[in-house]
């Protein structure tokens, strides 16, 4: 029989965790959840779950999530965040699964992941179409997430196979942590990763970005919901640009100093 490691990342957490958390036990032959300084009740929840989180600085979610896979004892891991909950299928697949004799190492499985923004079912959220196909139960032998600042994905691997059932990635609950992430997350593009500084490139990209998320992908039949999924493809194709363009000049004006 195999066993698995679930591999968990967690931040100010708390809204979702016992949910995400509580399939996991009876599935997990061990639980890794690894924290990057939650002030909320995330580790409280753990440790009454009998969970000890691990902690270690966020730099980028692949690199976060390579740590975890460090962290496992087993070969084969199973890894999630901590907004996304399996359901009764997965749970069942994952039993089988564990049951094999010797599952081929080569092999991954990708699982069908619905995402919802405040709440809502969506068509997209930039830059992915729902529902997307992640890789998340492999061998950690041979794969591992790549370095990509945003949208991290695992390589190494030769095949894939979907899972049965799916994960619900209930993600931007609010429009602050949408905001949040919008900042985050373009800021950290623009650290990791070479962004032509222009911002005539930007109103570029913010255009095409509001008719292939908004516009062609059907965004706007989702009301509301459409509108704050557009506006963020919009918001992020522009400010990753303005925000490379920003710090170049401040980087001029300092060495001129």
Known sequence: MEKISVCILTFNSSRLLREVLSPLIGIADELIVVDSGSTDKTLPICQSLGIKPIYHRF???????NFAISQSHNDWVLCLDSDEIIDSDTMDFIAKFKAQESPTPQNA??????????????????PVSSPDYPVRLFNRTLVSFNDA??????????????????????????LHEIFNKLNGYTTRVVKYKYIKPSIFRGAVSAIGAFFKW???????????????TGFYAVAYSFLKYFKSWYAKDENVKNKQK
């Open 109 to 126: 499985y990708r699982i069908k992941r619905n995402w919802f923004v405040l709440g809502h079912s969506v068509r997209t959220i930039y």
């Open 59 to 65: 730099e980028t979610h692949g690199r976060q999530m």
């Open 149 to 174: 600042p945003v949208d991290d994905a695992a390589e190494g691997y030769t095949r894939t196979s979907i899972m049965p059932g799916s994960v619900n990635h209930d993600t931007f609950y609010s």
């Open 214 to 228: 908004y516009v062609l992908s059907g965004a706007w039949k989702d009301g509301k919901i459409g509108i704050v």
